[in-house]
């Protein structure tokens, strides 16, 4: 009997250890995959406090320590402005996309009207269908309209994306008919139904397109470039392309304007991650 | 009938403010685009019909198929690789204290622009970087790589930096397909004595399957479109080693102003493009992959 009990006792003692060990090793992994994929900012961080002589070295721990990069960086280009710049692009780029494109996507799922289908199915394509030249034939629509060298030039050629559309058309489907029917029944008309009853049941896709639309329009570089030649109107992408050209012999510099047009991004995504990956599934159960 | 006349009046006032900046911005391009690769195509000057000299020109331009051939490798390579990411959501998809930080932390390269993270991986690269000092001093390398000006190495740079960047986002989409995986599948497997691989192979890959059509599909997609990584670090050099259709593209349009020809070039590789998303889309649809991308 004694014995028996030994054995079990000794076999949850080797259980709980398999289990320590499994999970150690769990973490090990799991620690050395966070090197991979954030280590490199963490060194551009670390790097962006070194001085000129040591800024090629390993340590992690800058030694002297200097602020001199920030110092540096903020005369030489006003990161204040390029982040207004950002902020103007992202904030009404995100504003246009939701409301046109939760506008257009509740016919497109609610109401039965001619041409429907025609436009649904023009719009799926063109998400396969690349525009040629996009670029050159809105580069040229965009001079015409003497919007050149303009944020609105920027902004309003991704004023309202297909992808979004789509997605809340998806979720205007999976609203309960009834609702719309009662509130017909009360009398309501079609915007008031979308306004007071659709909308905010689609809430959650809505969420999903704005961090969507945040992540793109805060990072756009390539439009950008095209549109504008003053570089006091960049957004902090495109600024950031400019400041590397101007100092690639100055990495600190460069870094400390790297983690600058980082911070405001890594701020917005740590305070809302939680929507961030909810995002990402909502887009795909749509 | 009269109904339906006044709802499709209705319907199209929701839809008209979006219509206009989509005709203008998505559908006008698409069309005019076509006509220009036919004009010797001025900015200032009278633009001249040319034919199908653009064209003729185009197939004439080695740079231009070597630009062609480094897409083609960017899109059989990048896409292929990014299944690492099953592997990788796999192991972030179990309940351990912590697990939801170190989510959070692989996500990070996602939200930061493509600029930052290029300007960061050219200095990890450069012949005086972290990666070459930290070589050096192991004794793994005896003098430095120039990761990014030798040809041998540069395309090949690109491409990680850009899987590198795309591992967290496809995590997360494979993460929201393995959640949505009923547990009793992969419990009920284990009791009937299945091994682990036997359960990843026979169970959680055919579930993942129509999410691995859209990464796949997605990761195309960016891939032929390649622009910002290049463009900021080697700007298809050196020679034309990094040369990618978009860049090259770019370069034609906006450094030589040459729109008639840029617009020819764009026109053969959406040819290309179309084809090869029609596949990917008809052998995915057929696989039961794709429910409406």
């Known amino acids: 009997m004694e014995t028996l009990n030994n054995k079990s006792v000794n076999y949850k003692k080797v259980k709980a250890i398999k289990k320590i060990f499994s999970l150690t090793i769990t973490y090990l992994i799991l620690i050395i995959i966070a090197i991979f994929l954030a280590g490199p900012f963490i060194w551009l961080v670390s790097s962006s406090f070194k001085t000129g002589q040591n800024i090629y070295t390993m340590n992690l721990i800058p030694h002297p320590f200097t602020l001199a990069n920030y110092i540096g960086v903020i005369n030489f280009i006003s990161i204040p402005k390029y982040i207004l710049n950002t902020v103007i692009i992202t904030v009404s780029g995100i504003v246009l996309d939701v409301v046109l494109a939760s506008l257009a996507a509740y016919p497109l799922a609610c109401m039965d009207f001619y041409g429907k289908n025609l436009i649904f199915s023009a719009l799926v394509s063109t998400m396969i269908l690349p525009a040629a030249a996009g670029l050159i034939v809105n580069y040229l629509t965009i001079s015409k309209m003497g919007l050149l060298d303009t944020l609105t030039g920027v902004i309003i050629p991704g004023a309202v994306s297909v992808f979004s559309i789509i997605l809340l058309r998806q979720s205007y489907l999976t609203v309960p008919r009834e609702l719309i029917d009662a509130a017909k029944i009360d009398g309501a008309s079609e915007f008031k139904i979308w306004y007071k009853i659709m909308l905010p049941e689609v809430m959650p896709a809505i969420s999903t397109i704005v961090i969507f639309d945040f992540i793109g329009l805060w990072n756009s570089f390539l439009w950008p470039i095209v549109v504008l030649q003053d570089p006091n109107k960049y957004p902090l992408a495109t600024a950031l392309k400019y400041l590397s050209g101007q100092f690639n012999y100055k990495f600190g510099y460069v870094a400390a304007g790297t983690v600058l047009s980082i911070i405001p991004v890594i701020i917005v995504f740590l305070a809302f991650q939680k929507y961030f990956i909810n995002a990402v599934a909502g887009a795909i159960k749509g | ?293």
Not at chain 2, 89 to 99: D, E, L, S, T
Not at chain 2, 141 to 146: G, L, M, R, T
């Open chain 2, 1 to 293: 009938m009269e109904n339906k006349l006044k709802k499709s009046l209705i319907a199209y006032l929701f839809i008209l403010p979006a219509m206009i900046f989509l005709v203008i911005f998505v559908f006008y391009p698409i069309v005019a685009s076509i006509p220009l690769a036919f004009y010797d195509y001025s900015v200032v000057g009278q633009s001249k019909f040319v034919g199908l000299a653009n064209f003729s020109r185009a197939i004439h331009d080695h740079e231009f198929w070597v630009s062609v051939e480094n897409s083609i490798l960017f899109v059989g390579v990048v896409p292929p690789l990014q299944l690492l990411s099953i592997l990788l959501a796999i192991f972030v998809n179990r309940k351990i204290k912590g697990i939801s930080f170190f989510r959070v932390l692989y996500y990070i390269p996602v939200v930061t622009s493509m600029v930052a993270v290029s300007i960061t991986w050219g200095w990890i690269f450069d012949p005086q970087g972290l990666l070459n000092t930290f070589m050096i001093k192991h004794g793994i390398f005896s003098k430095p790589i120039s990761f990014l000006n030798d040809p041998r190495f540069a395309l090949l740079s690109l491409m990680f930096i850009t899987l590198w960047q795309g591992l967290g986002y496809y995590m997360m989409i494979y993460l929201a397909g393995l959640q949505s995986i009923p547990k009793e599948l992969e419990e009920s497997a284990y009791v009937d004595g299945a091994t682990r691989t036997q359960a990843l192979y026979k169970i959680t890959i055919p579930l993942l399957k129509p999410y691995i059509w859209l990464c796949t599909f997605m990761s195309i997609l960016s891939a032929v479109r390649v622009f910002d990584v290049v463009y900021v670090l080697t700007n298809g050099g050196p020679g034309d080693a990094t040369m990618v259709t978009s860049v090259y593209q770019f370069q034609k349009a906006f450094t030589d102003f040459n729109f008639g020809y840029a617009s020819a070039i764009g026109l053969l590789v959406a040819i290309l493009t179309t084809i090869l998303s029609i596949l990917v889309f008809i052998y995915g649809g057929r696989k039961g992959g794709m429910s409406y991308y």
